[in-house]
T-cell receptor, first 116, second 109 residues
Framework: DTAVSQTPKYLVTQMGNDKSIKCEQN?????MYWYKQDSKKFLKIMFS???????INETVPNRFSPKSPDKAHLNLHINSLELGDSAVYFC???????????????FGQGTRLTVV | RKEVEQDPGPFNVPEGATVAFNCTYS??????FFWYRQDCRKEPKLLMS???SGNEDGRFTAQLNRASQYISLLIRDSKLSDSATYLC??????????FGTGTRLQVFP
């Protein structure tokens, strides 16, 4: 009954390949995110979707294309992988319309991508 | 200037010590504030939200100073299990959650 689940957990692939990471949340949240955590451990937001609509796109190369088929899913497809794409990618979700003052984000366990 | 800044540490403290972490943010329109904890090779998890009047949860106390755009986290009576990276998180009014670089805490026996 994992709240936010990502697959795969580990991904090793060669430069130039295309790969996808999947994310699903069963919390009924309306907003989902993708974050990238690099080797320096800095968590940087990449994308945010609210009710399947792209809200935030943070100067990410267009080789990265998120897709949200429904509110519970946000997948990340990466074309022509480069060495610099090696990082841990975290999916997260939260409510943004609950009427509460603050709402926390719940994270998936992360996908460790290594490009060789 | 980074949107959310933290001292990366590491802070090495003995068990039982009191330790404080600070965080500053650059956008005065920021609306919500959080402290997250991240263990090695794990996902970030919410430690506590930060309210305007300050709030406490057991050994943890969070404070917010909007005028100075400053957030703090105080940990009393440190335990070995408190060793982790503590992430300051700021929510802008665009629902954008911005993370600081994190402060690493190591508690030793």
């Amino acid at each position: 009954d994992t709240a936010v689940s990502q697959t795969p957990k580990y991904l090793v692939t060669q430069m130039g390949n295309d790969k996808s990471i999947k994310c699903e949340q069963n919390l009924g949240h309306d907003t989902m995110y993708w974050y990238k955590q690099d080797s320096k451990k800095f968590l940087k937001i990449m994308f945010s979707y609210n009710n399947k609509e792209l809200i935030i796109n943070e100067t990410v190369p267009n080789r990265f294309s998120p897709k949200s088929p429904d509110k519970a899913h946000l997948n990340l497809h990466i074309n022509s992988l480069e060495l610099g794409d090696s990082a841990v990618y975290f999916c997260a979700s939260r409510h943004t319309k609950t009427g509460r003052t603050v709402t926390e984000a719940f994270f998936g366990q992360g996908t460790r991508l290594t490009v060789v | 200037r980074k949107e959310v800044e933290q001292d990366p540490g590491p802070f090495n403290v003995p068990e039982g010590a009191t330790v404080a972490f600070n965080c500053t943010y650059s956008n005065s329109a920021s609306q919500s504030f959080f402290w997250y904890r991240q263990d090695c090779r794990k996902e970030p998890k919410l430690l506590m939200s930060v309210y305007s009047s300050g709030n406490e949860d057991g050994r943890f106390t969070a404070q917010l100073n909007r005028a100075s755009q400053y957030i703090s986290l105080l940990i009393r009576d440190s335990k070995l299990s408190d060793s982790a990276t503590y992430l300051c998180v700021v929510n802008l009014n665009t629902d954008k959650l911005i993370f600081g670089t994190g402060t690493r805490l190591q508690v030793f026996p």
